[in-house]
């Protein structure tokens, strides 16, 4: 396994159940929930060598979590009013890569 790999197998061991709980919350489903998490981290991994700022990993995978998390939640026919209103609150976009450290000569 490559350092890239065992870095981001690490994260991921370490993470995945605390992000597991924050998409419960939003869409009231563990099974939702564990495919929520998944996707969120697969995006992750497509830019993990790009990131150099892994301190703010957390809020770059609720940042990709939240809007998806929202999505399932209309689906499921429920009202945004109907969310709790502090995760209504939440930023809905990904923050730029640059923000996270990564520069277009990142590989």
Known sequence: MSDR?????????????????TAYLL???WHRAEDL??????KLYRVWNR??????LD???????VPDGVVVYVAQG???????PELTKLPFSVPPLAALGWTSGST
Not at 78 to 84: I, M, N, S, V, W
């Open 27 to 29: 869409c009231g489903d």
């Open 37 to 42: 998490v998944q996707t969120a981290f697969v």
């Open 78 to 84: 429920k009202k945004l009013d109907e969310l709790r």
């Open 51 to 56: 990131i150099s700022r892994h301190e703010v």
């Open 5 to 21: 790999d065992t870095a981001f197998a690490e994260y991921f061991a370490a993470r995945s159940g605390a992000m597991r709980g």
């Open 59 to 65: 809020s770059y995978v609720r940042q990709i979590l």
